[in-house]
């Protein structure tokens, strides 16, 4: 089974770890600690069954005050890509996103977990001027790269060259530059593409400027 089929089969009853600042982007590997017994019951059961799980962003203090605590409706579902089980019952896994999708209603649950239903959320087809930003994005990436030189800047100017569809190009690109939770879920939120390449070519040419700086900065 692949993982768009897992997906579909989990989106009716689907778990979600709601955790702040939480956004899993589309081919983003996310490390996780599961310590809490609710969670280690939740990662069983995922792991035993179709393998598939939600990061739901509590996006401030006041969503967290509420109880359950309040999450973002657009969530980053992914699969397990890693699960290494720790002597005390603990687990460390890696989540790999895979889809954006809208929570449409929180369902009762005799599970000490949240589950949910939810809707994939798929773009419209890209318009021409995706083409170009698309291009143009793959370009600013390459100059990061060659200016910092570094293994990290070039697995993402690979991953960019290989990158054939404009909304995936997008996610790779904002998952590798975005940090801030804010900045992360407005990518998520971002369903439609152009949109997308231009909160990511925002983000490259931020880091492009910001390698600038620190290369003129004396020393």
């Known amino acids: 089974m692949d993982d768009a089929e897992r997906i579909r089969r989990a989106l009716p009853?689907?778990?979600?770890?709601?955790?702040?600042?939480?956004?899993?982007?589309?081919?983003?590997?996310?490390?996780?600690?599961?310590?809490?017994?609710?969670?280690?019951?939740?990662?069983?059961?995922?792991e035993a069954g179709l393998r598939v799980l939600a990061l739901a962003n509590i996006p401030d203090d006041q969503a967290a005050a509420e109880r359950p605590a309040r999450v973002a409706k657009v969530i980053g579902v992914g699969v397990l890509?890693?699960?290494?089980?720790?002597?005390d019952g603990r687990f460390n896994i890696v989540l790999r996103g895979v889809r954006r999708a809208l929570i449409e209603q929180e369902l009762p649950t005799g599970e000490p977990y949240r589950l949910v239903r939810a809707v994939p959320l798929d773009p419209a087809p890209p318009a021409e001027g995706a083409g170009r930003k698309a291009a143009d994005l793959k370009a600013l990436v390459l100059a990061?790269?060659?200016?910092?030189?570094?293994?990290?800047?070039?697995?993402?100017?690979?991953?960019?060259?290989?990158?054939?569809?404009?909304?995936?190009l997008a996610d790779i690109v904002a998952g590798a530059l975005l940090s801030t939770p804010r900045d992360r879920q407005a990518v998520l939120e971002a369903?439609?593409?152009?949109?997308?390449?231009?909160?990511?070519?925002?983000?490259?040419?931020?880091a492009l400027a910001r390698t600038a700086i620190n290369a003129s900065a004396p020393n």
């Open 191 to 206: 369903v439609e593409i152009e949109p997308r390449l231009e909160l990511a070519l925002q983000a490259a040419a931020a």
């Open 144 to 168: 990061f790269s060659s200016a910092l030189r570094n293994e990290e800047t070039r697995t993402l100017a690979q991953l960019a060259a290989r990158a054939t569809d404009p909304g995936d």
């Open 81 to 87: 890509a890693r699960v290494e089980p720790l002597p």
């Open 13 to 46: 009853t689907l778990p979600i770890f709601p955790l702040p600042g939480a956004v899993l982007l589309p081919h983003a590997l996310v490390p996780l600690h599961i310590f809490e017994p609710r969670y280690r019951k939740m990662t069983k059961d995922c």
